[in-house]
């Protein structure tokens, strides 16, 4: 039983855990403006928004319904396009901007602008509102082209609400369960759930495992659902480094990163798209052992370690200790990723992190380097070197490394430590590259390592990459 508020009244269902929540919203609920477009969180057509009680306010976060899991509605407010009654201020504008035609895709993305007009998650930063571009990263327009809808969203600047009455509402729903899904409050209700049920798959934004359920029609059998297990979203920032729960989300950690390194900002803003980023969490990017995951080459470069748990025990390991082989993670029976804790790095520090893919947004990396250099007097102190979509795992660099290690900072030891490259890396070829095409960029974004620190700007492609 799951019980959610729709426009201000409780709404109780009987779910199971592989029911989306997009069915629940136009099969159960008879919400048909919620739309489905790929099924798989890329287009935005399905957005809607949720609101949680977030210590003395509802926090609005857009998210993709079609790979969310209906048990996760459990204890928010759900808002479609349907509530907004036809009232809302990027309604008025993009009717008045003629920021639709076949009209399709719309819905997604006045849900997607409604939620930055309320300010929520993913759309404010540190300086303030997001630009309207980085908030409709996750939403897909094939016929209107985008000026009229960035426009209208503009037009519409971020406002506080007065969500106090919603909020009362929140904080008196019960949690929820079924027959084979579990949605704990606290990280010690989730340990001993999993001692209690090893075999459970621990599902945290659903943003990889919905497309399990919508693109490969898996069985995830028990499933224990962490989104709401509070001290699993804690943000630690101090003079060692910064600290962050596994159920953190990307939208949640992007400014802390971005204050431990610009380079972490930017990775995080190329991270899917904002709905994905609302839900996808750091935690689950590293348990889940993609070889494409964004965030483990970085972090490994930074010198992370996992703070690892079952029942009350718990263990330390290095982030590049973790990944063991493709599919193998370093977690024993009833264990979990509790936290991920990252070194503030010396302020003289040559860092560079960069995501290659064929889309700027909302799409997979063809590979990801990130190199992290400690130099003194012009010369290559020690280096750390680590590569996402270059094998079975994020996997560090260690013969660059070593080749790079007690040399002179310069043109010259780059070149000559970039065939070590191919000691390091046999990369397949698929649809995203060839492994030719793989080494040779990660080639290109050593030597562009060594021209930024030269002042010179310079992008992958103009370094020596064909394409």
Same mark, same amino acid.
């Given at each position: ?7 201000? !009244? ?8 592989? !029911? ?294 718990? $263990?330390?390991?290095?982030? !590049? ?39 700027? %947004? ?69 649809? $995203? ?32 990459? %064909?394409?």
């Amino acid at each position: 039983m799951i019980r959610f508020l729709l426009d201000g !009244e409780v709404v109780e269902l009987d779910v199971g855990a592989q !029911e989306t929540a997009l069915d629940v919203i136009r099969l159960r609920l008879g919400r048909k403006g919620t739309k489905e477009g790929c099924g798989e969180g890329d287009c935005g057509a399905c957005t809607v928004l949720l609101g949680e009680a977030s210590e003395n306010a509802v926090q609005w976060r857009a998210v993709n319904a079609c790979i969310m899991l209906a048990p996760m509605l459990d204890g928010k407010a759900l808002a479609t396009v349907e509530s907004l009654q036809g009232q809302a201020a990027v309604q008025t504008e993009m009717v008045a901007r003629h920021g639709s035609q076949c009209g399709f895709c719309t819905p997604g993305f006045i849900m997607s602008l409604e939620g930055r007009a309320r300010g929520g998650l993913g759309t404010m930063g540190a300086d303030g509102p997001r630009p309207v571009a980085d908030v409709l990263s996750g939403n897909l327009c094939r016929c209107t082209g985008y000026g009229p809808i960035l426009a209208s969203g503009e037009a519409v600047p971020p406002s506080p609400r007065n969500d106090s009455a919603l909020l009362a509402q929140l904080q008196t729903l019960p949690a929820g369960s079924g027959a084979r899904w579990h949605n704990p409050r606290s990280s010690d209700d989730l340990a001993a759930l999993l001692l209690d049920y090893p075999e459970a798959r621990i599902v945290a934004g659903a943003s990889d495992v919905g497309l399990w359920v919508t693109k490969q029609l898996r069985d995830l059998g028990r499933v224990i659902f962490i989104g709401d297990v509070a001290d699993l979203r804690g943000i630690e920032e101090g003079p060692e480094g910064v600290t962050l729960g596994a159920g953190v989300r990307y939208s949640e950690a992007w400014d802390a990163l971005a204050r431990l390194h610009p380079d972490l900002g930017e990775l995080i803003r190329r991270i899917a798209g904002t709905p994905v980023r609302n839900a996808g969490t750091i935690g689950g990017n590293i348990a889940n052992g993609s070889p494409i995951g964004d965030t483990p080459p970085a972090l490994i470069a930074l010198g992370a370690t996992l703070t690892l748990r079952r029942g009350d025990a718990r $263990r330390t390991v290095a982030l !590049e200790d973790f990944f063991i082989a493709y599919g193998r993670q370093d977690l024993g029976p009833s264990e979990f990723v509790e936290s991920i804790h990252i070194p503030r790095p010396a302020s003289d520090a040559v860092i560079q992190i960069t995501k290659h893919s064929k889309r700027f %947004d909302s799409d997979i990396s063809a590979l990801c380097g990130a190199f992290h250099l400690r130099v003194a007097q012009g010369v290559i102190q020690s280096a750390r070197i680590a590569f996402g979509g270059m094998a079975g795992t994020p996997r560090r660099a260690s013969a660059t490394e070593a080749a790079l290690t007690g040399q002179p900072f310069n043109a010259a030891s780059i070149e000559a430590a970039i065939p070590a490259l191919e000691r390091d890396y046999q990369p397949l070829s698929d649809v $995203r590259g060839s492994a030719a095409y793989r080494l040779a960029v990660a080639g290109n974004l050593l030597r562009r390592l060594w021209l930024a620190q030269q002042g010179e700007a310079v992008s992958v492609l103009e370094v020596g990459t %064909d394409g």
